[in-house]
């Protein structure tokens, strides 16, 4: 059974750094892409990135090229998403999701994901 548990949110100032942590089970994770997302209140969820399921090739929304890199570490079964020069409007709770195959040059929105952890919440503010 797939399963997927965001850990490492928290409140931090702007200028910050968090790094998200994505535990995953159930499925070989070199087959699947793992991509993060983030919703904020009375906002739809929305793609931050992803990371491929062969290559490790990764994928970034505009507003986060720079400050966030996604990876993954497959012998702790898990991926990561560092947060750098964290910025107010960063504010959400943030999701992991998975999905068998591979991906383009974009982020896939949430549609094209089939599993999803139960978020963690990420606050910025001063």
């Known amino acids: 059974q797939v399963h997927l548990v965001e850990s490492g949110g928290g409140s931090v100032q702007p200028g910050g750094s968090l790094r998200l942590s994505c535990a995953t089970s159930?499925?070989?994770?070199?087959?699947?892409?793992i991509g993060w997302f983030r919703q904020a209140p009375g906002k739809e969820r929305e793609a931050v990135g992803c990371?491929?399921?062969?290559?490790?090739?990764?994928y970034y929304v505009e507003s986060v090229k720079g400050r966030f890199t996604i990876s993954r570490d497959n012998a702790k079964k898990t991926v990561y998403l560092q947060m750098n020069n964290l910025k107010p409007e960063d504010t959400a709770i943030y999701y992991c999701?998975?999905?068998?195959?591979?991906?383009?040059?974009?982020?896939?929105?949430?549609?094209?994901?089939?599993?999803w952890g139960q978020g963690t919440q990420v606050t910025i503010s001063s």
């Open positions: 159930g499925f070989v994770i070199v087959d699947y892409v």
């Open positions: 999701a998975t999905s068998y195959g591979k991906v383009g040059y974009d982020p896939p929105g949430p549609e094209w994901y089939d599993y």
């Open positions: 990371i491929n399921s062969d290559d490790d090739s990764t």
